[in-house]
């Protein structure tokens, strides 16, 4: 491609509303324009890398046994309806586009392909023979974020490949699940990220049926944590975690009502108190659907909502707001206790609660806290679960390691989904025996277009971007000075097509522009191979060859250039 006709152009200003180093190289670069909120152009350059990671992404997953198709982004709310999912996408969360068409129909533009993919494979499936199966697009979602942001990381409307399996049973899934999530690192180790496979949360469904693949990126929205001993790495959404539960008080002591003024953060509590940090207890109110939850943590601790959550069955969570928790607890914020609640509370308290022996909680009454509170004789034992939130520096469940911390960006999410689309929509199959069962499913999805930008956050100088061969839009770039000499003009010409001729694709500047200019857009543009050609070169029948990695380039004799670039490109 010749750059005097390539549209994109380079800009000299870093965006003001970039904060990530991808979102303002890709803006700068020519390689994205905004049309709207979280809705992007894919200008050319950007189009050439995101059709090869496709490649990649498609090639791992046909050598997986998986076959392409492509749905309707368009889907009808009949389905979803079905699901059970058309009220919460639409209304709840909102993250869906939904509208009226002329028909009077509703339909809305695909954030996910659960239902439609179930809908055509429940008519295919008629017995056992039929499975297993594994489907998977790569195609345009659109989804109605509530804070879309940092260019291609978090888009309205985006690329994304999702996969489906169907099977007979659950060893079936396992090996579904299992060709899938190596094909998620093949693909990882061939775009050559530097990434790490967690465990993911599941929502409401649980089990350890889901993995995130996160590229590990400063600029990364989620916490990973991991062990720094064995294998365990979970996203913090979803971790556990072992603190120590220091011995209980041999005996119980009477429970004390105490006034401490103002005494609502646990540190200058427990001070005051002169008890340890971990007697203390955070009591969280949440409102979810419509029902009113009291969340017990050692005050040490914080809350996962996202367990909370789960462990309320997928409702929606909201902190209540100050006006309830005065109405619920008769008191200020920050003197929430589990002790005479409304009984409409439901009380749920983390499990290192469980053996606390005369421990202190607010008392419902602003400025005042119970001391030496204990369950069974001052309040019955309320829901037990895992709700705190695991941090850095606490103990890996599974060995006796301690948890580190990374942040990562989501590139891909593999998950069990076992029966609930399949059971809503009656995906069934007939067994050996003539028996009716539910066809078992998984989905995995990886972000096309937001790989492009994890691998600019990862790969990327005060210069600019840093492809590799693999997914650089151009494996080269051509520099063409002095071209208004005939001599020179033919050299660079005849490079040019002797490089495309021999697999190379390259993007040749041809524009009247000084050396700094050029040289400038090249290393922002950061293809992996930049060759220029001027006339002090051409004199002594030579090409500069420089590396967007390195720093020093050298002259490379101009019949010795293919084979050079040729090795390059290979190794
Ligand atoms: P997130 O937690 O980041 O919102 P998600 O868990 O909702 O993502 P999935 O439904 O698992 O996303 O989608 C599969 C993949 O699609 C994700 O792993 C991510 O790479 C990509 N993806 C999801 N939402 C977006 C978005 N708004 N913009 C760009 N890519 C996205
Ligand atoms: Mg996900």
């Known amino acids: 491609m010749r750059q005097s006709r390539h549209l994109g152009k380079t800009l000299r200003e870093v965006p003001k509303d970039a904060q990530t180093a991808a979102h303002a190289l890709m803006l700068r670069a020519g390689y994205l324009q905004q049309l709207a909120a979280g809705v992007y152009v894919y200008q050319p350059l950007l189009l050439r890398t995101l059709n090869k990671i496709a490649q990649v992404v498609r090639e791992e997953m046909t050598a997986a046994g998986a076959e392409e198709l492509l749905m309707p982004a368009l889907q009808p709310r009949e389905l979803w309806e079905e699901s059970g999912r058309w009220e919460r ?50 195609q345009t979602k659109f989804r109605d974020e509530i804070r879309p942001r940092f260019g291609l990381m978090r888009a309205r409307e985006f690329i994304m490949k999702d996969a489906y399996s169907f099977d007979a049973d659950e060893a079936s899934l396992e090996k579904s699940y299992e060709a899938m999530r190596q094909a998620y690192h093949r693909i990882c180790e061939r775009i050559g990220f530097r990434y790490r496979a967690v465990e993911a949360d599941s929502g409401a469904i649980g089990g350890s049926g889901s993995q995130e693949f996160m590229v590990l990126a400063d600029t990364g929205e989620d916490t990973i944590l991991f062990c720094d001993q064995c294998d365990y790495a979970a996203n913090q959404e979803r971790a556990q975690s072992r603190l120590p539960e220091p011995a209980p008080d041999p005996e119980l002591r009477p429970m004390e009502t105490v006034v401490g003024e103002g005494l609502i953060q646990v540190e200058p509590l427990a001070k005051f108190l002169n008890i340890p940090v971990w007697k203390t207890t955070k009591t969280l109110l949440y409102e979810a659907d419509q029902q009113w939850v009291a969340v ?15 462990f309320l069955n997928g409702k929606s969570l909201r902190l209540a707001s100050p006006e309830v928790i005065r109405k619920l607890t008769g008191a200020e914020v920050g003197y929430a206790g589990p002790i005479e609640l409304p009984k409409e509370v439901r009380v749920v308290a983390d499990h290192l609660i469980r053996n606390r022996v005369n421990f202190e909680c607010g008392a419902n009454r602003t400025d005042h806290h119970h001391l030496n509170v204990n369950f069974g004789r001052d309040l019955p034992q309320p829901e037990f679960g895992d709700f705190k939130l695991a941090q850095k520096g606490e103990g890996c469940p599974r060995c006796a390691g301690t948890l580190q911390a990374a942040r990562g960006i989501e590139v891909g999410h593999i998950f069990k989904l076992g029966t609930k689309y399949s059971e809503a929509m009656a995906c069934r199959y007939l067994d050996a025996e003539g028996k009716s069962k539910t066809v078992i499913m998984g989905c995995y999805g990886i972000g096309v277009s937001r790989m492009a930008a994890a691998w600019i956050e990862q790969n990327h100088d005060e210069k600019g971007i840093i492809w590799s061969p693999q997914i650089a839009p151009y494996h080269a770039h051509l520099v063409g000075l002095n071209l208004e000499d005939a001599a020179v003009c033919e050299q660079a010409e005849k490079l040019y097509r002797d490089l495309q001729s021999n697999g190379c694709e390259v993007l040749f500047d041809d524009r009247p522009l000084r050396a700094g200019e050029k040289f400038g857009d090249a290393d922002l543009m950061g293809m992996p191979i930049r060759l220029t050609i001027s006339k002090r070169t051409c004199e002594q029948g030579k090409v500069e060859l420089k590396l967007r990695r390195q720093a020093q380039n050298e002259l490379v004799g101009l019949n010795e250039v293919i084979p050079r670039v040729k090795a390059l490109l290979a190794g």
């Open 89 to 138: 996408y639409t209304n709840i969360d909102g993250i869906m586009f939904a509208f009226k068409d002329r028909r009077g129909g509703m339909v809305c533009l695909g954030p996910t392909h659960e239902e439609v993919i179930t809908d055509i494979l429940r008519r295919e499936i008629k017995s056992y023979k039929d499975l297993p199966r594994c489907v998977f697009q790569i």
């Open 296 to 310: 017990m943590v050692r005050g040490d601790c914080d809350v996962n909502e996202i367990k909370l959550a789960n």
